[in-house]
């Protein structure tokens, strides 16, 4: 969940389920494995959709954090059956409070100070990450599906 919420600049309401109505959130239907390119995820709800279908690529990583590679596992021991793209073992969707305390877990496993980083870190350093690497305003706007100049926030260089 963490390397695709990085690489594919997601929002934790798109990942995981609030308390809400969960057809919100990524379905294994979302996702297509492409032979070479990657990942394509087409959003069909995210905030400021309006009704619209969004799709991004995330693409394959010569690394051993490829979103790709991790998804691919993910999905084989998931099983293809319809629902959340990521659930529990019986099949719920992963809610954001499960989320935020795993991720508060790894971040105090590794030393460091849970309460700098948040589930929107994953936004923060994937726009930053994108404009260390040259792409675009346009592209980051793209990818992480913004609508206005509220990117310029997230991107955090120096």
């Known amino acids: 969940m ?11 309401g798109e990942m995981c389920c609030t308390n809400g109505p969960t057809h919100n959130i990524l379905s294994i239907g979302n ?5 070479i390119e990657g990942i394509s995820i087409t959003f069909t709800h995210y905030k400021h959709s309006k009704g619209k279908r969004h799709i991004i690529k995330v693409s394959s990583r010569g690394s051993i954090n490829c979103p790709v590679k991790a998804l691919q596992s993910y999905i084989y021991l998931r099983g293809q059956q319809p629902g959340p793209l990521f659930a529990t073992a019986s099949q719920l969707p992963v809610s954001r409070n499960a ?3 795993i991720l508060r877990d790894c971040i105090n496993f590794l030393g460091m100070d849970s309460t700098f980083y948040k589930s929107h870190s994953f936004r923060i350093g994937a726009a930053t990450y994108a404009a260390q690497c040259g792409m675009s305003d ?5 990818m992480g599906r913004w609508v206005s100049q509220a990117l310029i926030r997230y991107i955090r260089l120096g």
């Not at 963490?2 to 934790?12: E, M, S, T, W, Y």
């Not at 346009?138 to 793209?142: D, E, L, S, V």
């Open 138 to 142: 346009a592209q980051i706007r793209y």
């Open 2 to 12: 963490f390397l695709l919420a990085f690489f594919g600049f997601l929002r934790v």
């Open 99 to 101: 989320f935020t305390k």
């Open 31 to 35: 996702i297509v494995i492409l032979p």
